[in-house]
């Protein structure tokens, strides 16, 4: 009789692990996909440079995100006539009708 007592209780507490379970599938394959694509890597590079700090940042945060985030204070604008004008090279030089050509 114990062991069918425990039998019950086995299967009852085997419903409840299936829906921990579920979770505990989702949150592994998100952990593999954080790990395969390289934000776990990221996110441990940016922590230890802020424990290594030697005077910890006001902000925190703003120290994740100027190390994660987009580089502030870019001048989009000309670096687009950059590309531009170098893709317009690149093309004359292609052609054979720049005067560059004999000195590459």
Do not use: C, H, W
């Not at 299967?11 to 390289?38: A, I, M, V, W």
């Not at 940042?57 to 000309?78: I, S």
């Amino acid at each position: 009789m114990n062991s069918s007592n425990n039998n019950n209780s086995g299967s009852s507490s085997n419903n409840n692990n299936n829906g921990n379970s579920s979770d505990n599938n989702k949150k592994e394959e998100f952990r593999r996909y954080l790990e395969k694509t390289g934000v776990m890597d990221a996110l441990i590079k940016v922590l230890v440079g802020l424990y290594e700090e030697p005077e910890r940042p006001q902000n925190a945060v703003d120290y994740v995100r100027r190390y994660l985030g987009a580089p502030q204070n870019v001048d989009v604008e000309g670096l687009k006539r950059d590309n531009e004008q170098l893709r317009q090279e690149l093309d004359k030089l292609r052609k054979g009708g720049s005067n560059k050509k004999g000195t590459l």
